[in-house]
């Protein structure tokens, strides 16, 4: 069982109450197996209204592995203890210019009707005292795309963790994807996609937002 602090905050402690995804307070009542447990009963559920012979050798285990997959591993992100430690180092070599992490996969949900958000992220900080390794950059992405998510709050979840954790508000999220909710269902537009683009500190200048443009646009494949 988790503190109330921990389900308000669902892990992401150092980011203000309107970026966070919204939970119930029974949100950990649950452990992953009970959870498993009861989405496979519902989705058997949901199978037997649709008509589907649960008895086939082929839908039968269906509900498990649904189950299976929300929990550990579509919305791995919806529970604290997966998230990433994230190891910053000194910044011995005082390297203060911008440092682009681009083209970083995101496999994400919208919270809307369920289905893929799939496209790249963008990141680019100016180090003040702290650097951070590479890859964590990555991992914080996919742990917060692997929650029921809106693209909007996506880019700032990422925004405001790395901003604390550097030390600096000199960070800039810029989100491009694609939404099967869009292109798969309703409008069924096949090539339109969203871009989104938080920032604070100096990419609130335009300078500085366009560098980071720049690099993104002349070297990302
Ligand atoms: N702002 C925002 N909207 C999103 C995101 N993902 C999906 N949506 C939109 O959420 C909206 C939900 O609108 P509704 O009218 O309630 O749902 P709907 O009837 O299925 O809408 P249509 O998709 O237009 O058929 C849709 O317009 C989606 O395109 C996102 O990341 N950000
Ligand atoms: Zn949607």
């Known amino acids: 069982m988790m503190n109330k602090d921990l389900i308000e905050n669902i892990g992401d402690n150092h980011i203000s109450s309107n970026v966070n995804t919204p939970l119930l307070p029974t949100a950990f009542d649950k452990n992953d ?7 496979q009963h519902h989705f058997s559920k949901i199978m037997e209204t649709l008509g589907l012979d649960l008895t086939d050798d082929s839908l039968s285990g269906t509900p498990y592995r649904f189950a ?28 203060n210019k911008m440092l682009v992490e681009q083209n970083i996969t995101i496999d994400s949900s919208c919270e809307h009707h369920f289905l893929p958000i799939t496209g ?39 925004l405001k963790d790395l901003q604390t954790i550097l030390n600096t508000e000199d960070v800039i999220v810029m989100i491009a994807a694609k939404h099967l909710c869009v292109s798969s269902r309703g409008i069924k537009d096949k090539d339109s996609f969203t871009t989104t683009i938080e920032y604070g500190g100096c990419f609130e200048k335009k300078a500085y937002r366009n560098e980071f443009l720049n690099i993104v646009n002349n070297t990302t494949k």
């Open 68 to 95: 299976k997959m929300y929990v550990k591993e579509l919305f791995y992100g919806l529970n604290p203890e997966n998230k990433p430690k994230l190891s910053v180092f000194e910044n011995k070599y005082s390297y």
């Open 33 to 39: 197996d009970e959870k498993i447990k009861t989405i």
């Open 120 to 158: 790249h992220a963008h990141i680019a900080y100016i180090p003040k005292d702290k650097v951070i390794g590479l890859s964590k950059i990555n991992r914080l992405v996919d742990y917060y795309a692997h929650r029921p998510q809106v693209q909007e709050r996506l880019s700032l979840q990422i």
